[in-house]
């Protein structure tokens, strides 16, 4: 008596088995289901030109922002930290906010200073060009140029203004 089920043979072990509805191999757990070829992109919603961050939305875009700069997944970057793909997803949408051991953690992870994912990239631009022997001296003159430029203006309106 011959059986009338499909067999399959497993492309990774080379196994001879029939074809059950989990469609993976009993031996190696390879899938026999065809690879789709595209995948669908699920877009979030774009952020609103004229609508502030949120502290959770910046921090979450910062982090994403460090870890493609440093090359990684998410799932690589949850396997160094030993914690779920789905946490970084959660954290890089602004879902959810870590607390400070997450955010040390998260640091480390794209090998970063802690206060580079808090402070906005602009300040840390500027503290980072302030912390410059050369630039640090003119910072003094900035405030001294401004008071002039103010003063000029106060004075030309005040000559417009008769």
Do not use: W
């Amino acid at each position: 008596m011959e059986d009338s089920r499909p067999t399959i043979i497993c492309e990774h072990c080379l196994l001879n088995q029939f074809v059950t509805e989990k469609m993976r191999c009993r031996r190696c757990k390879a899938s026999f289901a065809p690879v789709p070829e595209a995948v669908a992109v699920v877009q979030e919603r774009p952020h609103e030109p004229g609508k502030p961050l949120t502290v959770h939305q910046y921090f979450g875009k910062r982090f994403k922002a460090l870890r493609k700069q440093k090359g990684l997944s998410q799932r690589q970057a949850a396997k160094i930290m030993d914690t779920p793909r789905t946490y970084f997803s959660k954290i890089e949408r602004g879902r959810e906010f870590p607390n400070i051991r997450q955010i040390e953690r998260l640091a480390k992870t794209v090998d970063v200073a802690p206060i580079v994912l808090i402070m906005p990239e602009e300040q840390f631009q500027a503290r980072e060009l302030l912390s410059d022997p050369f630039v640090s001296q003119f910072v003094g003159l900035s405030s001294l140029m401004q008071r002039l430029v103010l003063s000029e203006a106060q004075r030309l309106a005040g000559r417009n203004g008769r």
